[in-house]
């Protein structure tokens, strides 16, 4: 999505032609594959501890490339990029999403988070699913394939009623990680429930959420930034207090409160907050530009991987959030 809003489209072209190529026969996408299109080795089991096969994937995944195919027409205008991929790619993916769901909450059935760490029913997975079903149903709706969008809306509607009531804790007063089995960690990733628009930013429920990960999640050293989630212990530094230390900061968790700092913005002041962290993060890169996965809390210097895309991509996107909110607000 990054690319295509800066006009890098004929990139992201090949890419939808690559997926095209990837997809499962059942409609999903696994970890990992090689540039050649075969399958990736990956850490995920097909197996759980009890010896029961399960499917192991990351279904955000497989959401989220129809949310970028959706983004990717909606600056392109081309239907003849789409063509080739709505039947290949856009419905079989949506049909995987509807059926591969809980029939008692709604909720995607459980899958690997974008951490690749934990199988569970997360609510950033439940959020990309809600949002990729609703950008299918949106294809659907332009190939005058009324059913289809009928179907993919209102299995979107049950995803967003099952999020309300299961992913939410009132007691809390946020959302939690996941169910099945519940995780009450304060997680940044629960951005995405406002990020897929799920719910509106503004939202009680989504404020006292962006709220506990701007208060539990930051980095309390002269470093600054927003950790994973709370005890986050992966590439940890030295063991210290996680009130002052959660996690080591990442980039791409601190740009994720800038953008719901863009979202609430009702006034140019009111980005104020959201320009400080785009400040933070170019302070804090690289002499040649590179932004690492994450930064030791201690002394800012680059940790793990370097550069990560991911980071850069999420940098584009919430700078031209950004320009495009400031704009609206002149």
């Known amino acids: 999505m990054a690319l295509d809003i800066t006009r890098y489209s004929g990139t992201v072209q090949r890419f939808i032609e690559y997926c095209s190529g990837l997809i499962h026969e059942h409609g999903y996408f696994l970890q990992k594959y090689n540039p050649t299109g075969t399958l990736a080795s990956g850490w995920m089991p097909w197996l759980t501890p009890e010896g029961e096969i399960q499917l192991p994937i990351q279904e955000d995944s497989t959401a989220l490339i129809i949310v970028a195919l959706w983004n990717h027409y909606k600056i392109t205008k081309s239907i003849e990029n789409i063509d080739p991929a709505y039947h290949s790619l856009i419905i079989p993916a949506a049909e995987f999403m509807i059926k591969y769901r809980d029939p008692s909450t709604g909720l995607p059935k459980p899958s690997y988070n974008l951490w690749e760490e934990k199988r569970a029913v997360h609510s950033y997975t439940c959020s990309t699913v809600y949002a990729g079903l609703i950008c299918a149903a949106k294809f659907a709706t332009m190939y005058d394939d009324t059913d289809l969008a009928e179907s993919y809306n209102k299995a979107a509607l049950e995803i967003k009623e099952g999020i309300e009531n299961h992913l939410y804790d009132e007691v809390l007063g946020r959302f939690l990680r996941s169910i099945n089995p519940r995780d009450e960690t304060v997680d940044a990733s629960l951005y995405a429930v406002s990020q897929f628009r799920v719910l509106p930013p503004d939202d009680a429920r989504v404020v006292s959420t962006m709220k506990s990960i701007e208060s539990m999640l930051s980095v309390k050293t002269e470093v600054g930034g927003i950790a994973r989630f709370y005890k986050d212990k ?97």
């Open 234 to 330: 992966y590439q940890e530094v030295a063991q210290y207090d996680p009130e002052i230390i959660p996690g080591n900061p990442w980039f791409i968790c601190t740009l994720w409160l800038a953008q719901w700092y863009i979202q609430m913005a009702k006034s140019i002041d009111d980005l104020q907050k959201a320009r400080e962290i785009i400040l933070w993060v170019t302070d804090r890169a690289t002499e040649t530009g590179m932004l690492a996965e994450q930064l030791n809390p201690f002394d800012g210097s680059p940790l793990s991987v370097s550069p990560l895309t991911w980071a850069h991509a999420t940098f584009v996107l919430t700078v031209m959030a950004f320009v495009e909110k400031a704009r609206s607000l002149e």
